[in-house]
T-cell receptor, first 114, second 111 residues
């Protein structure tokens, strides 16, 4: 297994369009996280899943954002009606659901809204 | 609410120097603390993980310490090299099972 995989790596979209990002975690990891990072800042938590259950959502995740993990494997993050403020890198991470376990990150998906 | 602060925000040193990056956090009820490296435009690479019961961890030229009671961690890099240039991020995991990050220290090693 080569680690956490994200697709696409880069996306440029016009304001108002919908975009979807996909994350494939490390195969045996049952916990999956989404973070957002803007330039010069540390990553900010958006949401996380344990298996297919979405256990927590940040207030940053407005109703234009939705995340799913239908079979407890890969996950998608969809942003509807994109705004310029959504421009950021969206990072996916995964881990085992053992308290204090190492969290492994993917390479991120860059979103630019023009 | 957990807050993580990293000082300095940026650091530039000549090659070969030993250096220390600092991280502080406000809530000592953590499971662990993790140091990451991030190259420009890339994802995060885990460097070291220190469990709350541990005082330090070492990997090659890197040594991370944790003083949970005072809410502080340091990352020590020995004999720095130009390839160490990157942003270093500190993150703590608390009871909510998610990482809270600092803003990072941008490190430049000059040949």
């Amino acid at each position: 297994d080569t680690g956490v995989s994200q697709d696409p790596r880069h996306k440029i979209t016009k304001r108002g369009q919908n975009v979807t990002f996909r994350c494939d975690p490390i195969s045996e990891h049952n916990r999956l996280y989404w973070y957002r990072q803007t330039l010069g800042q540390g990553p900010e938590f958006l949401t996380y899943f344990q298996n297919e259950a979405q256990l927590e959502k940040s207030r940053l995740l407005s109703d234009r954002f939705s995340a799913e993990r239908p079979k407890g494997s890969f996950s998608t993050l969809e942003i509807q009606r994109t705004e310029q403020g959504d421009s950021a890198m969206y990072l996916c991470a995964s881990s085992l659901s053992v308290a204090g376990n190492t969290i492994y990150f993917g390479e991120g998906s860059w979103l630019t809204v023009v | 609410k957990q807050e993580v602060t990293q000082i300095p925000a940026a650091l530039s040193v000549p090659e070969g120097e030993n250096l220390v990056l600092n991280c502080s956090f406000t809530d000592s009820a953590i499971y662990n603390l993790q140091w990451f490296r991030q190259d420009p435009g890339k994802g995060l690479t885990s460097l070291l993980l220190i469990q709350s019961s541990q005082r330090e961890q070492t990997s090659g030229r890197l040594n991370a310490s944790l003083d949970k009671s005072s809410g502080r961690s340091t990352l020590y890099i020995a004999a720095s090299q130009p390839g160490d240039s990157a942003t270093y991020l500190c993150a703590v995991m608390g009871g909510a099972q998610k990482l809270v990050f600092g803003q990072g220290t941008r490190l430049t090693i000059n040949p």
